[in-house]
């Protein structure tokens, strides 16, 4: 059994690859992450072990199927507390299990297929639920965003897949001077020290940027398109019924829905949350930025 260790949002990961042919390259946008031996005595947030020889046949009840990206997601509760995750690819076909415990700190993925993209999608995937899921009590939340750094500040922005997140931070990296892109899809928000810091993560979605660095967090935009380039800040309360469906969280697990709901109230009361409503062009990035951009 070969042993890896990650940093991703100031928490170290533990990866144990007990298959013959499963190894850390199975996860390469990981590299960026990687923590060299010695360097950190931290106790891991979570442990996953990758054995396809793992069987769990014991009583589960089902949460319920899920849908994420065209990929499938059906949830198991087992009757110590701990879970079950079945991930599907768009084609139906099941490429892995994720068995963890009710903290989600002791994790098992078996892989299923034997096609690396297969075998890479359960296992990143695996990877992901399992840091949303242990850290949520830790002040940290993993938010379905695009985000753009300019001048040392993070600016988050969140929408439902589709309505132009990307667009909108590729408009700020072309139309202002400066700015560099930190994550197009998943970052991480922790807390730390009272003070909301994004982090890049090993998960962007599409876009290959897999950036091992951090900034504070300048502001959080809300995207949707409309006819006209327009902005206003929201209430608290809008914020946070925004923000809630960008968090990695589950509803039906109480300490995971109330640590999420904690780290979103935190980020509410520190940074503040608008609401653009715009079109593809250089004008709503260069609106927005003159609204929320913090001044150097």
């Known amino acids: 059994m070969t042993t890896a260790r990650y940093r991703v949002g100031g928490h170290v990961l533990c990866v144990q690859f007990a298959?013959?042919?499963?190894?850390?390259?199975?996860?390469?946008?990981?590299?960026?992450?990687?923590?060299?031996?010695?360097?950190?005595?931290?106790?891991?947030?979570?442990?996953?072990?990758?054995?396809?020889?793992?069987?769990?046949?014991?009583?589960?009840?089902?949460?319920?199927?899920?849908?994420?990206?065209?990929?499938?997601?059906?949830?198991?509760?087992?009757?110590?507390?701990?879970?079950?995750?079945?991930?599907?690819?768009?084609?139906?076909?099941?490429?892995?299990?994720?068995?963890?415990?009710?903290?989600?700190?002791?994790?098992?993925?078996?892989?299923?297929?034997?096609?690396?993209?297969?075998?890479?999608?359960?296992?990143?995937?695996?990877?992901m639920m399992a840091y949303a899921f242990s850290s949520a009590e830790q002040q940290t939340v993993l938010l379905h965003a695009s985000v753009i750094r300019k001048d040392g500040y993070g600016y988050l922005m969140t929408a439902p897949s589709g309505t132009g997140k990307s667009t909108h931070t590729y408009l700020w990296y072309k139309n202002i001077p400066g700015c560099d892109l930190m994550n197009d899809d998943n970052p991480v928000v922790r807390i730390v020290d009272g003070r909301p810091i994004i982090y890049g993560t090993p998960w962007s979605g599409k876009t290959p940027c897999y950036r091992n660095i951090q900034a504070p967090v300048g502001a959080i935009v809300r995207i949707q398109q409309r006819k006209k380039n327009e902005i206003r800040r929201m209430s608290p309360v809008e914020s946070l019924a925004q923000l809630l469906p960008a968090a990695s969280s589950m509803k039906w697990d109480e300490r995971v829905y109330l640590g999420v709901c904690d780290t979103l109230s935190a980020i509410i009361s520190s940074v503040s949350i608008y609401e653009l409503g715009c079109l593809p062009d250089a004008e709503a990035a260069l609106l927005c930025y003159s609204t929320v951009g913090i001044k150097i």
């Open 19 to 127: 298959d013959a042919d499963a190894t850390a390259e199975l996860i390469p946008s990981f590299r960026p992450f990687v923590l060299e031996e010695g360097k950190s005595d931290d106790e891991p947030l979570f442990t996953m072990t990758v054995d396809s020889t793992y069987r769990y046949d014991g009583p589960r009840t089902e949460v319920g199927q899920f849908d994420g990206s065209g990929n499938n997601y059906g949830v198991y509760r087992m009757p110590d507390g701990g879970y079950q995750i079945e991930m599907s690819n768009p084609a139906g076909e099941l490429c892995g299990i994720l068995t963890a415990d009710r903290l989600f700190r002791k994790c098992t993925t078996q892989l299923l297929r034997e096609e690396w993209t297969n075998r890479n999608f359960a296992l990143n995937n695996a990877l």
